[in-house]
């Protein structure tokens, strides 16, 4: 029982990183033929649905989840595993109609270019650049905190190792290579789950009188409040992360990539339930709090130091997997979207791999200083919450009329409604900036969680709105003034292609074949600021 020696953990650690090295560079050098950046259309059903398992994955989920289920229960833990993993139906859904829009596009922000025009497209770039930079650092965060509690070895070197080996073969074959690699780390996570129910069902005993004592099992107001915070945090976060956008456009037919993310849905519930039901085994045997005072989100390594010390290795071999597979995920959306988002795909493929590379050291400095990492996750969450909403108006024809001013002020608005919220509910201006990045967390004994989600997304629909009628009012009264025709409420002319888009002139161009009304896309002309 405990840590396998520091000679057999290194040797487990660096062989695994060894290994998938080897098979990235290799998968780089097969498929070094293939687009760098996107694989649109060539992903069946089974791959994309382990790629989006490993990439809705990352080590994180050892810390988080069991941590949820010592603070909320089975309530808070059954709510969050379902609101991590229903989210990737969205893009079953959504994707489809994104897809004909832009079948020329591998990310979310190409088709918020030509919806919105530049200026939206650039302002969402940088929410979801920052988004997944945040990812990156509380991947690397996860991966030390889970090496140094499996083996007490210093996870610094790992850290590095990591990022080196997903910085090569991700440099050499780009999103190729990910989705590959992802596909087997998919798998391997599929087996973990395997081998630590067993061994928890075997190793851990239950002290049955602790389970009444202990509350997990009963609701609470947490619990309650995470029905709500939990799915409008996720799913509009998982907006942000390009990651998914680029496995959508992968998917060979909408058919393809509605039965990958069902099993992908599935998978993750069931493996995130598990992993956090390590949090009540270790309530449930005395091991939490126990006489060290162990804090939450260490009961998954508290619990697995239970068993003998050949399980903790083979876990070890795929928590590195885990992560390694969310880290190159990761890297190769945040190459691709930059490449599309800032230099429109005409910078040479040589220097999308240097932008790779560039990503890597700031992620290491940042990490080894990074707070709580379930609190880096909610800033995050709670900026899309903010910003999703309105944009996604832009996909109904009924809504041609928004654009990308409203898109942009309902945005910062969604913010800064956070902000007035916490100031009038704490009646302190500093503690509502405080509010802003959730400083006390989200296991709070308050409603003040609770209400930044509330206000954000519909303090910015509000800020959205109020922006329409100004834009609307200072049309109409230039207009006047001018004695030009008022246009601001006119349905533009629909293009006849879904991928039609303006020139520099606003004209039309590359008509082609009618579409029904569902298909019409209303982009903004570019010789307007948004």
Not at 215 to 227: C, D, H, M
Not at 296 to 320: C, D, E, K, Y
Not at 397 to 417: C, H, M, N, P, Q
Not at 499 to 512: I, L, P
Request: aromatic share 12%; charged share 10%; hydrophobic share 50%.
């Amino acid at each position: 029982m405990g840590y396998p020696s520091s000679q057999a953990s290194n040797a487990v650690i660096y062989l695994t990183y060894g290994a998938f090295l080897v098979m990235g560079c290799a998968v780089a050098w097969i498929k070094r033929k293939n687009n760098f950046l996107n694989s649109n259309k060539t992903q069946k059903a089974i791959p994309l649905a382990f790629n989006f398992v490993a990439s809705a994955m990352g080590c994180g989920i050892l810390t988080t989840y069991p941590q949820i289920a010592t603070v909320a229960g089975v309530q808070g833990l059954v709510v969050y595993a379902l609101s991590s993993s229903l989210p990737l139906m969205l893009f079953a859904f959504v994707g489809p109609s994104i897809r004909r829009r832009c079948p020329e596009g591998f990310v979310l922000t190409e088709w918020v270019r030509q919806r919105y025009g530049i200026i939206t497209q650039l302002y969402l770039s940088f929410f979801t650049i920052a988004t997944m930079f945040l990812y990156l650092v509380a991947e690397l965060s996860a991966i030390q905190l889970a090496i140094e509690a499996l083996t007490g070895l210093n996870a610094l070197p790992a850290l590095i190792i990591e990022s080196v080996v997903t910085t090569i073969y991700t440099a050499l074959g780009g999103f190729a290579t990910s989705f590959f690699t992802d596909n087997i780390q998919g798998a391997m996570v599929t087996l973990l789950l395997i081998v630590c129910t067993i061994s928890m069902g075997v190793y851990v005993k239950i002290d049955r009188s602790l389970i009444e004592s202990s509350g997990l099992t009963k609701a609470s107001t947490l619990g309650w409040q995470l029905i709500y915070i939990l799915p409008v945090a996720i799913a509009t976060n998982d907006c942000f992360l390009s990651g998914f956008w680029l496995r959508t456009f992968a998917s060979r037919s909408d058919r393809d990539l509605y039965i990958g993310t069902t099993i992908a849905v599935v998978i993750t519930t069931i493996f995130l339930t598990l992993v956090g039901c390590t949090g009540l085994l270790a309530a449930w045997s005395g091991l939490y709090p126990g006489p060290d005072d162990v804090d939450g989100s260490m009961t998954f390594f508290v619990v697995l130091l239970q068993m003998p010390a050949w399980v903790v290795g083979f876990v070890i071999v795929f928590t590195v997997a885990l992560s390694t597979a969310a880290f190159d995920s990761l890297q190769s959306a945040m190459a691709s979207t930059i490449s599309n988002d800032i230099f429109h795909n005409r910078l040479h493929v040589v220097w999308v791999r240097v932008i790779v590379i560039l990503i890597l050291a700031p992620s290491i400095v940042v990490a080894l200083k990074a707070p709580n990492i379930l609190q880096i996750y909610l800033i995050s969450d709670l900026i899309s919450a903010a910003v999703v909403p309105v944009l996604f108006l832009g996909l109904s024809a009924k809504f041609y009329w928004v654009t990308g001013y409203e898109v942009i002020v309902s945005g910062l608005g969604g913010i800064l409604s956070v902000f007035i919220f916490g100031a009038a509910y704490y009646g302190d201006a500093y503690k509502g900036a405080q509010l802003m990045i959730l400083e006390e967390g989200l296991y709070v004994d308050d409603w003040s969680a609770f209400g930044a989600f509330v206000v954000a997304p519909f303090g910015g629909i509000v800020f959205g709105f109020a922006a329409f009628v100004i834009r609307v009012a200072i049309e109409y009264t230039y207009s006047k003034v001018k004695g030009t025709p008022f246009t601001a409420l006119e349905k533009p002319e629909a293009p006849l292609t879904p991928f039609a888009d303006n020139d520099e002139t606003g004209v039309v161009v590359e008509v082609q074949t009618p579409v029904t009304e569902a298909d019409i896309d209303y982009p903004t002309k570019k010789n307007q600021l948004i």
